[in-house]
């Protein structure tokens, strides 16, 4: 009977070329662009999946309850890692974690720049980071141990093998050895970074940290198993009063997030986790369901438009003997065929489009082809799509009298009429929501990208201040001056869009001259660094340039 029903769906579909063109095109649209916005959701959802350990891993971060007010940072303590494992029974592993910056390698005749940052030893104890060579014990126990990516590994030393044991010279001050080598961090990784570096020598780099009114680095932790995180949390809630003073009208608290939650979940509300990409998440998975939900109303609308065409069918089949389920299993089976066809096609059209949706989206989006999961959504969405376009129509074309059609009397209803005319209303409703919406954020995206700064960015070149940069600046700036194309130099503390300010070893008056200044905004540890602005008159590639300048080590 399947058999049967799908080869009469396939007569009428090529019967009715025009009709079948329409509604394919129309369902194969929707659907394509449904699929490519789920795929983006899919993969904001799977961000930090991976980690075996994930269940138990947490981040710990700081509320700060002044006046009434309660806000939180993510920035804490560099000391907190360490003394969590040691005062928590229920913490196995802890880890600091600085925020990634780009520091200049150099072995052999090579120099490179690489993102990176400081890291507990217990960080790969704790995150699942394949490591192609080395363990995760020893990979950042010594100061002067360093893990690099196989990325790494191969533009310094040709193999992820031959790199380890290896000497590389870090921003042309320290040699270090390299420990381990890990591989390529996956793009569903809300950390990315090249290497890391041991937490002692962060700690001897930057003597603040032994300051527990410091606060810049991460810190996480992982609970043993069986551990209760509710009362972990309310173990460690005070546990910064035990280190340092309080302060007058000030309280600050540690709590505890997920850590797979934390990058759809990273704004605060009150203290409390409230919001963050998931919104952009669920908003756009109304988008795609609004997307299929308007193009499987325009399958019903047409379905049932052409109705009067179909009614002798249907009377003449009922006058045969045909039971109304045969006929909604008959227009059922033409809607799910219309729909395979459509999703066909529309993966076709994601295959092709792809590339440029992850240019656009800066993601790296596969379609998981060697998945069955991915193969029983697809379904899922095809079955669903069929049933919600075609399960009106059956049922409509079903319920007709065959003495009324054959007599020539078929009148519509009041109630099939108003339907219909709901069905056009609503789908023109979210359309125009849909197109309002897109020229608002077109506007708005406009708007920041042609917005007047103060200043014309044309021509302007940012070279950070680093390494012998900094004390070659007089140098780099007199030969800088002679190439052509180069019309002024200009040094300053940060570019001009970015504002910000900081503070520290403040005494406020009638306060203990020794006791040190508490805050918590600040990020303390690192200097701003400083840029240079180059104002260039013509449009010249002057990377390779830059790059042979005394003092430059790397590319601008």
Not at 83 to 89: A, I, T
Not at 297 to 314: C, D, G, P, Q, Y
Not at 441 to 465: A, F, T
Request: glycine share 8%; with cysteine; charged share 20%.
């Amino acid at each position: 009977m399947i058999r049967n029903y799908i080869k009469i769906a396939w007569r009428n579909l090529v019967k009715s070329k025009a009709h079948t063109f329409i509604n394919i095109g129309g369902l194969s649209v929707g659907l394509a662009c449904s699929l490519l916005i789920l795929l983006w959701v899919q993969d904001e959802r799977s961000v930090d999946g991976f980690h075996a350990n994930g269940p138990q891993l947490y981040q710990v971060y700081e509320r700060n309850i002044q006046q009434g007010a309660t806000d939180a940072v993510y920035l804490t303590q560099g000391l907190l890692a360490e003394e969590l494992k040691r005062k928590v029974p229920e913490v196995q592993y802890a880890s600091g974690l600085e925020q990634n910056r780009p520091f200049t390698f150099e072995a052999g005749n090579k120099v490179l720049k690489m993102d990176g940052t400081y890291a507990g030893a217990d960080f790969f104890s704790m995150f699942s980071y394949r490591l192609l060579k080395g363990t995760p014990e020893s990979a950042l126990g010594a100061a002067n141990g360093l893990a690099i990516s196989r990325k790494m590994a191969e533009a310094f030393f040709g193999s992820a093998g031959s790199a380890i044991g290896k000497t590389i010279r870090y921003e042309n001050r320290d040699n270090l050895v390299v420990t381990a080598v890990f591989e390529n961090l996956p793009a569903n990784s809300s950390q990315q970074f090249d290497f890391l570096k041991s937490w002692k020598a962060f700690v001897i780099e930057n003597t603040w940290v032994n300051n527990w009114n410091s606060a810049s680095p991460s810190t996480y932790i992982q609970l043993r198993a069986g551990a209760d995180p509710k009362k972990v949390a309310a173990k460690i809630k005070d546990f910064l009063s035990f280190y340092r003073p309080a302060t007058a009208g000030m309280r600050t608290e540690l709590a505890l997030q997920p850590y797979a939650e934390k990058y759809l979940h990273s704004t605060f509300k009150n203290g409390i986790t409230d919001g963050g990409r998931i919104e952009y998440v669920s908003i756009f998975s109304l988008v795609a369901i609004v997307i299929l939900l308007i193009a499987c109303i325009n399958f019903m609308n047409l379905a049932t438009a052409r109705s009067i065409k179909r009614a002798r069918e249907v009377g003449m089949r009922k006058v045969m003997g045909a039971a109304r389920a045969s006929l909604i299993g008959q227009f059922m089976s033409e809607a799910l065929l219309l729909s395979f066809i459509s999703m066909v096609i529309a993966i076709v059209m994601v295959v092709l489009l792809l590339p440029e949706f992850n240019s656009i989206t800066g993601k790296q989006i596969a379609i998981q082809v060697g998945q069955p999961v991915y193969w029983l959504a697809l379904a899922g969405v095809l079955v669903l799509t069929g049933l919600l376009s075609g399960g009106y129509p059956a049922i409509f074309l079903s319920s007709l009298s065959p003495v009324r059609v054959l007599k020539g009397s078929l009148k519509f209803g009041q109630g099939a009429i108003f339907f219909r005319k709901g069905l056009v209303v609503f789908q023109f409703t979210l359309s125009i929501i849909l197109i309002i919406g897109t020229i608002v954020i077109s506007g708005q995206m406009n708007y920041v990208q042609n917005k007047n700064l103060g200043y014309n960015r044309e021509n302007l070149l940012y070279i950070p201040l680093e390494g012998d940069l900094i004390k070659k600046y007089d140098l780099f700036k007199d030969e800088a001056l002679k190439m052509p194309g180069v019309q002024s130099i200009s040094k300053m503390k940060e570019s001009p869009t970015v504002i910000g300010h900081s503070k520290s070893d403040i005494v406020w008056e009638g306060k203990d001259p020794n006791q040190p200044a508490s805050f918590s905004d600040a990020t303390v540890g690192y200097d701003f660094v400083k840029t240079m602005k180059l104002e260039l008159t013509g449009g010249r590639d002057f990377s390779k340039e830059f790059g042979k300048l005394p003092g430059k080590r790397s590319s601008c």
